[in-house]
């Protein structure tokens, strides 16, 4: 019985590593850090531990079902691109139904956690659900579809905001553009690795619609905005020398994270995608956590 038990726990175990790769797992750093700092930001200090539990598990959930109906609506194109084409579910390591039954479980999670932080959260899930659900078949028809998933990253400070104070309010906005231009900025890096494939699938989006020295450039521009947001941000709250030092920072990241991008050299892109982008949130949310404490 003691084998069988042990037997049975490495295939859980092996099973829960394949949906936590579907749904790369490691990537929750970009959005739940901006969370956070729209939490901390709302309650002008530390949020209730009803409050920080609530928002976790909401943004766990709604990032699960949106990474799993995103391969879902997705397999047939990852099954074509050499890059994505060892994914789980076009390798048949996980069914569509498995992933199906996961989506809904999540969003299921994420709605739950809606209703118990307050009304106004409950009466939004099924929004930002519509906005995960329709981004996922931007790219078939627009090159705007950067934006849209900047829009659907953004519900996580507007998300957490709304959790803790129950209202919507302007004075979050700042942060939220920021977001969808920080997030857009660096999907248009990610996305000149698929530039050729999308070219010979009818695929969008603003590398293929305008090329890689003009999508750079707009790249560039996205994130600048990306600063001026946060700067305004710093403003509105009135944040201290806290914040403005992890405003520095920040850009020079967003520095170093496209020079390590050329036209001719795209090799480094991986590094450029994941590891500054994730300092970058985490950078924003601690700077920002000081400030506030102070």
Same mark, same amino acid.
């Not at 949020?47 to 539990?53: A, D, E, R, T, V």
């Not at 906005?131 to 659907?152: E, M, N």
């Not at 520095?248 to 170093?256: N, T």
């Given at each position: 019985p003691c084998g069988k038990g042990l037997k049975d726990m490495e295939m859980f175990l092996s099973r829960a590593v394949l949906y936590l790769r579907m749904i790369k797992i490691s990537h929750s750093i970009f959005a739940l850090p901006f969370a956070f700092t729209g939490a901390v930001l709302a309650a002008s200090g530390i949020?209730?531990?009803?409050?920080? $539990?609530w928002i976790a598990i909401a943004m766990i959930g709604a990032r699960s079902g949106a990474m799993g109906l995103n391969r879902i609506i997705d397999r047939n194109i990852d099954k074509a691109n050499p890059r994505t084409q060892n994914r789980e579910i076009p390798t048949g390591k996980i069914k569509v139904f498995d992933a199906a039954l996961f989506t809904v479980i999540s969003f299921a999670l994420m709605v739950f956690s809606a209703y118990q932080l307050n009304t106004l959260c409950l009466w939004l899930s099924p929004l930002a659900i519509a906005?995960?659900?329709?981004?996922?078949?931007?790219?078939?028809?627009?090159? $705007?579809?950067?934006?849209?998933? #900047?829009?659907?990253i953004s519900g996580a400070p507007l998300g957490a905001w709304i959790a803790v104070r129950g209202t919507f309010d302007f004075e979050i906005l700042p942060l939220c553009i920021g977001v969808v231009f920080w997030l857009a900025g660096f999907d248009i890096l990610y996305a000149?690795?698929?530039i050729d494939f999308d070219k010979r699938h009818g695929l969008h989006s603003i590398p293929k619609r305008f090329g890689i020295d003009k999508s750079l450039l707009l790249a560039r521009i996205f994130h600048s905005i990306t600063v001026f947001m946060l700067v305004l941000t710093g403003m509105f709250f009135g944040l201290g020398i806290s914040f403005w030092i992890g405003i520095?920072?920040?850009? #020079?990241?967003?520095?170093?994270e496209h020079s390590l991008v050329?036209?001719?050299?795209?090799?480094? $892109?991986d590094m450029a995608?994941?590891?500054?982008? #994730?300092?970058?949130?985490?950078?924003?949310?601690?700077?920002?956590?000081?400030?506030?404490?102070?």
């Open positions: 949020p209730s531990f009803h409050q920080i $539990l906005v995960l659900f329709i981004y996922s078949y931007t790219k078939r028809f627009t090159w $705007l579809s950067h934006f849209f998933l #900047g829009l659907a000149l690795q698929d520095i920072l920040v850009v #020079g990241m967003l520095v170093y050329k036209p001719t050299d795209l090799s480094k $892109l995608f994941f590891n500054m982008n #994730g300092y970058i949130s985490i950078t924003v949310f601690v700077f920002t956590f000081i400030s506030v404490m102070l």
